[in-house]
Nanobody, 121 residues
């Protein structure tokens, strides 16, 4: 089994900064893409940022220049540094990872439970 545990979500004022962490544990051979999604009330879940095992990144247009994703492959951990936060960034942030659990198996997607980020105006 694989568990993704997010942390770092809090209430912050607009213009502030926050860093989210997501640690993957369990039977893990490798992680391909790992990233962050968010879901605001009444809206669909959307990609925020993702990073490949090689370090290539992808960001939603709404967060480019403000958020930075990084990963520590040795710790199976991904981070999301969020700067210049806006009230519209308020959402539950979910970690998602494509994990291979056996040497000859494929990659399967796993989700964390989510962490609430609230940005007050």
């Amino acid at each position: 089994q694989v568990q993704l545990v997010e942390s770092g979500g809090v209430l912050v004022q607009a213009g502030g900064s926050l860093r989210l962490s997501c640690a993957a544990s369990g039977t893990i051979i490798s992680i391909n893409v790992i990233g962050w999604y968010r879901q605001a009330p009444g809206k669909q879940r959307e990609l925020v940022a993702a990073i490949t095992s090689g370090g290539s990144t992808n960001y939603a247009d709404s967060v480019k220049g403000r958020f930075t994703i990084s990963r520590d492959n040795a710790k199976n951990t991904v981070y999301l540094q969020m700067n210049s936060l806006k009230p519209e960034d308020t959402a539950v942030y979910y970690c998602n990872a494509d994990v291979r659990r056996t040497y000859y198996g494929g990659f399967y997607a796993y989700w964390g439970q989510g962490t609430q980020v609230t940005v007050s105006s």
